[in-house]
């Protein structure tokens, strides 16, 4: 497991506590903005060696991820969002096993689906940017244009805060035949990982909790 997963969940884990105990006891009106912090685990990501045609996929493993919302109107429980999510994870090809950061920018918002009081499912989507980089010397960070969609569940642990657990899928457009990395000089190796086809799809399952401010 990528060592980053144990490490967020700690800190997720003692900063909540840290908000929930700065929160006031009663809340006088609902509050206009809200942040949350997940630990995530993503997969998916089909990259091809351009050279043999072999797949070099983005190794699964753990992520987090960071969302800032604002409320669309008093009295609403519709929010606009600003979505982060970044994964460390590796890539091999036929020589070498490189470290890849896929990080996701988007701007969208969240919809509740229905009216509960124990356990309130929402809708998300969001649009933005894609980076992938590699701590390979001289690699290239490239960004693309992606978008994303996630269904979840908020489970409240008072007036202003509560568990989320969400499952994210995210599409990223690519030009089939240009490398994702390459190295400056146009080396071998790295610069053969290009994208199997004119997207890379992955997903995220995620569990954090979201404090309103």
Known sequence: ??????????????????????????????SPFQAAL????????????????????LDEGGSFALAL?????????????????????EIKDAVATFDVDVEYLHLGGTIPIGDHERAQPY????????????????????????????????????????????ARGYLTVVDSDSAIFCRSDNGTGFCRVIASGSTVVQAEALAGIAIRF
């Open 1 to 30: 497991m990528n060592p980053i997963f144990p490490r967020f969940c700690r800190a997720l884990l003692a900063g909540s506590a840290l908000l929930l105990a700065a929160l006031p006891a009663r809340a006088e009106e609902p």
């Open 123 to 166: 809708f998300a989507a969001g649009l933005g940017g894609t980076r992938f980089s590699s701590s390979e010397p001289g690699a290239h960070d490239e960004t693309r244009f992606s978008g994303s969609l996630a269904f979840g569940v908020a489970v409240p642990l008072g007036e202003r805060a509560a568990f989320r657990f969400e």
């Open 38 to 57: 997940h630990a995530g685990y993503r997969m998916g990501g089909g990259l091809e060696d351009e050279t043999t045609g072999e797949d070099r996929d």
């Open 69 to 89: 919302e604002l409320r669309y109107r008093p009295g609403d429980d519709r929010f606009y969002q600003l979505w982060y999510s970044r994964q460390e994870t």
